[in-house]
């Protein structure tokens, strides 16, 4: 089968940093489906795996979670899903990628594909979808009260791929007051288009505009990027026992200013149910076929920003650049195979 992998980690402007290569084709067995990906979309995650995880020598590392495409096989534990069923779903981090013809993922992770969405449109959501709503509801839990506050979630980074599904998931699922921040025009409306009730730029002091919205200090932060940057603001602006979320790594991080608001901290990545196989694994794969259904009675809407054409390492390498660059607006996906 057909696949894009490197053996070395390498700046993203090295050719072979990604490359072409030719893979046999995995059998599923247990719970495994044998799906033949039809679309892909590249996050954040496929970047820093590149740069800092090289696989053993002479051994070839497929990077890629996110997918769209058809079962053509599964183990015999398969349980919920035939072969052509459509699906779509994010994969899991010890395992090859979906950067192939042919991936094996766990039956348990995925989700049944938005019928009113094509692949491309498909594959844009899964990863970014499992990270906000985790966030949202299992860690954040934005649905409780925060004492003396008026429901309200500030989203750092608004139109990236987690914050572009995150404003409106909180918008169709809560009554929260969503604000987001966006530094570009095109961004700023993008966010707004998307839902949020409110745009900062988070290129200036996050605490000071916040002061100045109608809706008081909120009870819930949640921060997808460059937290150390605004962890200051961050500190000021939440409310007293408000509550913060993050899904990036910062070099460090001092809870200790949390202490005299009684703030709590809440980390999220949505590979922990798949890598420590939890007891409530199969919950990824539920709130994917709740992401479906909402997609397709016009709820909430793919957050699909780029098409990059063909899977293959030419244009992976294009949008490991961009999302390197970070400049990219929604989720940059690849559809099909070609050279």
Request: hydrophobic share 40%; proline share 6%; glycine share 8%.
């Amino acid at each position: 089968m057909r696949a894009v992998g490197y053996q070395s980690s390498m700046p993203i402007d090295a050719p072979n940093a990604l490359e072409n290569i030719e893979l046999p084709t995995p059998t599923p067995t247990g719970r495994d489906l044998l799906v033949e990906i039809r679309a892909i979309s590249v996050n954040p995650v496929d970047t820093k795996v590149r740069r800092n995880a090289a696989p053993e020598s002479g051994h070839w590392r497929v990077l890629g979670w996110d997918a769209a495409g058809i079962v053509t096989a599964k183990g015999s534990e398969v349980r919920d899903f035939a072969v052509g069923d459509e699906v779509f779903y994010a994969g899991s981090l010890p395992r090859p990628g979906t950067n192939a013809e042919f991936h094996l993922v766990d039956e348990r992770i995925v989700g049944r594909k938005p019928a009113s969405l094509d692949w491309a449109q498909a594959a844009a959501l899964p990863l970014t979808a499992i990270t906000a709503w985790e966030m949202l509801f299992d860690r954040l839990d934005i649905r409780r009260t925060v004492p003396g506050t008026t429901p309200s979630l500030l989203i750092i980074g608004g139109a990236g791929g987690v914050g572009s599904i995150a404003i409106q998931l909180a918008r169709v699922l809560t009554d929260v007051t969503v604000i987001a921040t966006a530094s570009r025009p095109e961004t700023q409306e993008w966010v707004r288009s998307l839902g949020a009730h409110h745009v900062l730029d988070h290129r200036s002091p996050l605490a000071a505009q916040v002061a100045s919205l109608p809706t008081g200090a909120p009870g819930f932060v949640f921060s997808t990027t460059q937290t150390d940057q605004h962890f200051a603001d961050i500190v000021e602006l939440l409310a007293p026992q408000g509550h913060f979320g993050l899904i990036d790594d910062p070099q460090t991080l001092d809870a200790m200013p949390f202490k005299r608001k009684s703030l709590s901290l809440h980390w999220e990545s949505m590979f922990t149910r798949s890598v420590f196989s939890t007891a409530d694994m199969a919950e990824q794969g539920k709130l994917l076929n709740e992401v479906s259904a909402l997609v397709d009675s016009g709820r909430i809407r793919t957050t699909l920003g780029e098409n990059f054409g063909p899977i293959n390492a030419s244009n992976l390498r294009r949008a490991h650049a961009l999302i390197e660059s970070g400049q990219a607006k929604g989720k940059i996906v690849l559809s099909g195979f070609g050279v």
